[in-house]
Nanobody, 125 residues
Framework: QVKLVESGGGSVQAGGTLKVSCVLS????????MGWFRQHPGKEREGVAV????????VYGDSVQGRFTLSLEQPDYTLNLQMTSLKPEDTAMYYC??????????????????WGQGTQVTVSS
């Protein structure tokens, strides 16, 4: 059974730093796309950063480029998102996701079938 378990998150003031982590288990089918997504209240889920486990290629969303850092620890598939210079607009529910890599990993939520339960990140001004 595929399972994604998230940890971390919480509350911080603007300009601060937080880290969220996710562990993938039960999925051993070759190359995998893994990533972090977020959802603001009343809005659609959006991609934050994704990585291809095959070659380590990472794609960041425009709004987090230069502030967030994605890293993957193998072989246990722990996906870390280090968030720095946080802004109030980064406040959202953050979700970890994974799926088999068929072509290039993308940031479309519809490309991922396996999701974690989500962890809240709140940035106050």
């Amino acid at each position: 059974q595929v399972k994604l378990v998230e940890s971390g998150g919480g509350s911080v003031q603007a300009g601060g730093t937080l880290k969220v982590s996710c562990v993938l288990s039960g999925y051993h089918s070759g190359n995998i796309c893994m990533g972090w997504f977020r959802q603001h209240p009343g809005k659609e889920r959006e991609g934050v950063a994704v990585i291809a486990t095959k070659d380590g290629r990472i794609v960041y969303g425009d709004s987090v480029q230069g502030r967030f850092t994605l890293s993957l620890e193998q072989p246990d598939y722990t996906l870390n998102l280090q968030m720095t210079s946080l802004k109030p607009e980064d406040t959202a529910m953050y979700y970890c996701a994974a799926d088999r890599q068929w072509t290039d990993c993308d940031s479309l939520p519809s490309s991922y079938n396996f999701w974690g339960q989500g962890t809240q990140v709140t940035v106050s001004s």
